[in-house]
């Protein structure tokens, strides 16, 4: 039975829950700010949130500055293609593992998981190399094979969770139907998978989107994305703060507004199984 | 016109263009995000007009991330690059592996001889010139002359660090928020270790001896540090220990600090139209102890042709165009002489125009009082004034950066915080094999 809540809980309730969302979008804030400061006003000490010579100059020099719908149309294939590539591996080895797991299913999982904890760069002289000998270095389909393996476990972990929320006698009661494993998958298991096979989906395009090791040190021009755009634009004294800031908004800007249109969705596939 | 002829002629004309095209080639250029190479990549019409058949493709990267790609990319023989902007820390080492072309064959209008001697000899390895510098850089003092008058105090253009001290004494009032010198605290190789090191050469100090032995237990490495922490924790800033050039940079432009001991390209900063103390700013050479050397340091950010590089010759004409004479010439006539990339040729400073510039005189005197072959009282085994030529001293730096850091902190003491990095930096000294 729900428990009834005081007007006064709620509203603390309330404002707590503002003042942890204000806290953490904050960061986001001062950058946005920021992008539309002079530069002298984006380092002034001590800082100020609001100035009083707003501009939009920085963005138009960065705009001037470099090839920014080459950066973006980079990263969204690199982002969708490793996430559509990683789930057409993922679903089937979530399957497997969900309703016809083996004695080793569980070690294999966690196997899985473990090479996530490994740094990047303990791995990144051989994977440069074989990039290199490849001819897959400054390519996109190689970084989407990067991004795609790097995000697999996740992939694997987040549909392995869903699917064994569905009861395996659906699935008994299509194949005593006559359905094909291909049918089973396809016209059953998917179909009531859709909601957390979109999270999993939007998740890892978040995730690879804002990838920024790999994607900069396995690229140079042809197929560099967002991440390098903002790189261009950094310098270690910390000299162009607005223009950073700037450049910074335009690369987060199209997947912030995916995240906004899509947080229903991202939710309920992030809190799912969490409450039973 | 029959129609066999129209088609042999437009036939003719397509493979002229197929062939121009063909024949054009496309270079890489790795390159730092600051004003003067983000200037060049505005000015390349200038080098298309004169070399139609070469296309020039940019990866602009933070200083960080450009050296850790393109360390990867030379020590694998990646050959992605085929010109890359590095600097004197990386010229030594690589020269002597052979993972750079040699600059030698420039052709003669390049005119070798007009670089400024420190900075060539800083980018040279026997005998070849590996990289040449698009802009070179010292350390000098820049002091609020308004702030000394009014302590009727007069800076030598050549001071010591007494000279320093009674400065930073007189103009310091905490009360009103103005300490008297700022100075790098922030832990790094290239931030506090770039300063202390720099320092420590005019103290007589020096990082090994001729056998590679760590020096930080010599009473020179002891009177370095105590004046050091001596002079920030007495005149300088709260928490300077975070503050890196662009903090000092910024309280320096608001009139928080009486003296800066930095950067000679930060003149055009703290003279520049985002300071509030524009002009009342002056210039001073780093100071020194009476010993031979004084505290400054030497740097240039040089453009080199990696050895792996499958279009060395289109990479060299790139070099020449950006480095010589002319380039110089080229961006007085768009940008004035004020943005013309300082500190590599002699010919710029004996420009009249060039001259009236107010910190013209002050940076070629600190370059030239730098010698990245010589750079300390005693004889050592390294080249380089303000870092060790090693691959190791990126790391040691940093390590013994955040010792010195925590001291200015206040989190130990100057005899600990030396103890420390004598320790540490033996451990890996012979660790690497050079202590045996």
Same mark, same amino acid.
Request: charged share 10%.
């Given at each position: 039975m729900a428990r009834a809540h005081s007007p006064r809980r709620m509203l603390i309730t309330t404002i707590a829950a503002w003042g942890v969302a204000l806290l953490i979008f904050f960061p986001v804030l001062w950058m946005i700010l920021t992008s539309f400061k002079t530069e002298a006003s984006a380092v002034a000490s001590p800082p100020?949130?609001?100035?009083a010579d707003w501009t939009t100059e920085n963005y138009a020099e960065v705009w001037a500055r470099s090839d920014y719908p080459r950066f973006f149309w980079n990263s969204v294939v690199i982002s969708v293609g490793s996430t559509l590539l990683g789930l057409a591996l993922a679903i089937p080895a979530a399957w497997s593992m969900a309703f016809v797991p083996g004695r080793r299913t569980k070690d294999l999982l966690m196997w899985m998981l473990s090479t996530k904890m490994m740094p990047a760069v303990a791995v990144m002289v051989p994977l440069y190399l074989v990039f290199q000998k490849t001819g897959l270095f400054d390519t996109r389909i190689g970084l989407v094979l990067a991004l795609m393996l790097m995000n697999l476990p996740i992939i694997v972990w987040m549909l392995y969770t869903y699917f064994k929320e569905i009861p395996g006698e659906i699935l008994e009661a299509a194949r005593m139907d006559g359905a094909s494993l291909w049918n089973e998958i396809v016209h059953v298991l998917t179909p009531m998978a859709v909601p957390g096979i979109a999270s999993t989906l939007l998740l890892n395009v978040i995730l690879a989107w804002n990838e920024a090791f790999w994607t900069i040190t396995l690229t140079t021009v042809r197929a560099a994305p967002l991440s390098a755009f903002i790189a261009s634009f950094s310098a270690p004294q910390g000299l162009f703060y607005a223009k950073l800031s700037a450049a910074s908004a335009m690369a987060i800007a199209p997947i912030l507004i995916l995240g906004w249109f899509s947080q229903k969705q991202l939710v309920r596939g992030l809190t799912f199984g969490a409450v039973k | 016109m029959t129609l066999t002829l129209r088609a042999l002629l437009g036939g003719s004309v397509a493979l002229a263009l197929a062939g121009a095209a063909l024949a054009e080639t496309t270079i890489t250029v790795a390159t730092v995000n600051n004003g003067d190479m983000i200037r060049m990549q505005g000015l390349m019409d200038d080098f298309y007009a004169k070399n139609p058949d070469i296309k020039v493709e940019w990866v602009t990267l933070e200083e960080n991330v450009l050296r850790q790609n393109v360390t990867t990319d030379i020590a694998t023989g990646g050959g992605q690059y085929d010109v890359m902007t590095i600097g004197t820390y990386e010229v030594p080492i690589w020269g002597k592996q052979n993972w750079l072309v040699s600059l030698n064959d420039l052709p003669a209008d390049y005119d070798v001889d007009d670089l400024l001697p420190a900075i060539r000899g800083g980018l040279t390895v026997d005998g070849n010139l590996f990289a040449a510098p698009f802009y070179g850089e010292s350390s000098m003092v820049m002091y609020r002359k308004d702030l000394m008058d009014a302590a009727g105090l007069t800076m030598p253009d050549a001071p010591t660090w007494a000279d320093i001290e009674k400065a930073a004494a007189a103009m310091t009032d905490k009360a009103k928020e103005q300490y008297g010198i700022c100075l790098r605290g922030k832990a790094g190789w290239g931030e506090n270790m770039a300063f202390l090191t720099a320092m420590s050469n005019s103290f007589g100090a020096r990082w090994f001896d001729e056998a590679w032995v760590p020096q930080f237990d010599q009473p020179e490495w002891k009177a370095t540090l105590d004046t050091y922490l001596h002079l920030m924790n007495e005149y300088g800033p709260p928490g300077a220990s975070n503050n890196g050039f662009n903090e000092n940079l910024t309280l320096f432009q608001q009139g928080h600090c009486g003296m800066w001991i930095d950067a000679t390209v930060a003149a055009s900063f703290v003279t520049g139209k985002d300071s509030t103390v524009a002009d009342h700013v002056a210039f001073a050479l780093a100071p020194d102890n009476g010993l031979g050397k004084r505290g400054n340091w030497l740097w240039a950010w040089s453009l080199a042709i990696p050895a792996s590089s499958q279009k060395q010759e289109a990479a060299k004409t790139f070099i020449d165009w950006a480095t010589d004479k002319d380039y110089l010439a080229l961006v007085a006539s768009r940008e004035?002489?004020? /943005?013309v990339p300082p500190g590599t040729r002699t010919s710029l400073y004996e420009n009249p125009e060039y001259q009236k510039v107010p910190f013209a005189k002050m940076t070629l005197d600190s370059i030239n009082s730098?010698? *990245? /072959?010589?750079?300390?009282v005693k004889p050592v085994p390294y080249v380089g004034v303000?870092?060790?030529?090693? *691959?190791?001293f990126q790391g040691l730096g940093t390590t013994v950066g955040e010792i010195f850091s925590a001291a200015l902190a206040g989190q130990k003491s100057a005899d600990d915080a030396l103890a420390e990095a004598q320790s540490i930096v033996t451990d890996e000294m012979t660790a690497a094999g050079y202590i045996q």
């Open positions: 100020q949130l609001f100035t | 004035g002489w004020a /943005n730098a010698d *990245p /072959n010589a750079p300390t303000q870092f060790v030529a090693i *691959p190791e």
